[in-house]
């Protein structure tokens, strides 16, 4: 079992920058790749972005490439999300997922969630 924590939320302005982190309790041969999501008030949660442990392949969702970057620290088991630019719309709570397959943006290709942490970005 594998477990997440993320960090880094908060309460920022718009234009502001955030970096939320997820660490993982083990390195496993079971996760391959790891993620963001986020869920927005009242809607369903999307794919931020994705990328394997391995290589370091990234993926986007297209609304937030160039605002938002993924990135790996296979040292301490982790990811970092940096984002900024920051709107309103980014308003949700950001999730870290973890998987084996290297493929796929849907909720079902990932095995491991964290609880998640609430960004806040006031107008």
């Known amino acids: 079992q594998v477990r997440l924590v993320e960090s880094g939320g908060g309460l920022v302005q718009a234009g502001d920058s955030l970096r939320l982190s997820c660490t993982a309790s083990a390195r496993t041969f079971s996760v391959n790749r790891m993620a963001w999501f986020r869920r927005r008030p009242g809607k369903e949660p999307e794919f931020l972005a994705s990328i394997t442990l391995a290589g370091g392949r990234t993926s986007y969702r297209d609304a937030v490439k160039g605002r938002f970057a993924i990135s790996r620290d296979n040292a301490q088991n982790g990811i970092y999300l940096q984002m900024n630019n920051l709107i309103p719309e980014d308003t949700a709570v950001y999730y870290c997922?973890?998987?084996?397959?290297?493929?796929?943006?849907?909720?079902?290709?990932?095995?491991?969630w964290g609880q998640g942490t609430q960004v806040t970005v006031s107008s």
């Open positions: 997922a973890a998987g084996r397959g290297v493929v796929g943006q849907q909720q079902s290709a990932f095995d491991y």
